[in-house]
C-alpha cells in the first residue's frame, strides 16, 4: 500500500506523516512525501494537507508541474481514494472567498465562506469540538466523536448529500465532506489523537 503525502508549501506535513504512519503501520503501508505529480501515478492513496489561505495553498498547487492535471486523472477518473485535510479539504470547493474569488479544484460543488461572528463564539474556530455524522461512511465507524479544528472558513456544500458530519459553533459547521472517492475533514486528524488515528487508519484500509 503506497500513499502519497503531497508537499505543496503548506500543511503539518511532519505530523501528518507521522500519523499516517503510525496509522498505517499494521498494515505495512508506505507513507511518502511528494511534490512531483509522475510520483502519484504509482500509489493507491493521496492525502492532501493544508494549512493557511485558501488562495495561497491553491498558488501552491498550481505551482507544481503537471500536478493538478494528474490528481483530475487519478482522483476523477481513475478514482484511487482521496482525503483533504483542512484547507485540504476546502480545496475540493468549486471556489474559495478568502480575500478575493478563488477558483478550486470543483470536484465538490460548493463555496468556501467565512465563518459568521457572534458574541458567543471567537473566529477563528480553534480547538476541540464534537463532531456529529449524518451520513455513513465507510472511514466513519462512530456516529459522534470530539476533534481539533483550526479555520476561520466553512465549506457550504451545494448538493447537501455530500455533507457527512457537522459540528456547532453557534452556526453549522461542516466537519467531513464526501464524494465517492473523495473524502474531506476540516478538522485535523493528525491532532485529534486516538479518534484521529482510527480515521486515518480507516482511510488507510478503505477500498472504493
Not at 504512519?21 to 509522475?38: H, N, Q, V
Request: some cysteine; hydrophobic content about 35%.
Amino acid at each position: 500500500m503506497k500513499i502519497a503525502l503531497i508537499d505543496y508549501g503548506s500543511g503539518n506535513l511532519q505530523s501528518a506523516y507521522k500519523a499516517l504512519e503510525l496509522a498505517g503501520s499494521y498494515k505495512k503501508s508506505k507513507i511518502f512525501l511528494t511534490s512531483k505529480s509522475k510520483d502519484l501515478l504509482k500509489i493507491d492513496k493521496i492525502v492532501l494537507p493544508g494549512v493557511g489561505t485558501f488562495a495561497d495553498c491553491m498558488k501552491g498547487l498550481k505551482s507544481l508541474p503537471g500536478m493538478i492535471d494528474t490528481l483530475n486523472e487519478i482522483v476523477l477518473q481513475k478514482k484511487k481514494p482521496f482525503l483533504g485535510i483542512c484547507v485540504g479539504m476546502q480545496l475540493l470547493a468549486s471556489e474559495g472567498k478568502e480575500k478575493g474569488n478563488h477558483k478550486g479544484l470543483g470536484w465538490i460543488a460548493g463555496k468556501v465562506i467565512k465563518i459568521k461572528k457572534n458574541k458567543k463564539k471567537k473566529v477563528p474556530h480553534m480547538g476541540w469540538n464534537t463532531v456529529k455524522v449524518i451520513s455513513k461512511h465507510p472511514i466513519l465507524k462512530k456516529k459522534k466523536f470530539e476533534s481539533y479544528f483550526v479555520h476561520s472558513y466553512n465549506f457550504i456544500c451545494r448538493d447537501k448529500k455530500n455533507i457527512l458530519a457537522t459540528c456547532d459553533y453557534q452556526q453549522n459547521i461542516t466537519a467531513i465532506i464526501g464524494k465517492e472517492n473523495i473524502i474531506g475533514t476540516q478538522f485535523h486528524p493528525e491532532k485529534s489523537q486516538k479518534v484521529g488515528l482510527e480515521i486515518l487508519k480507516n482511510f488507510i484500509c478503505w477500498t472504493y
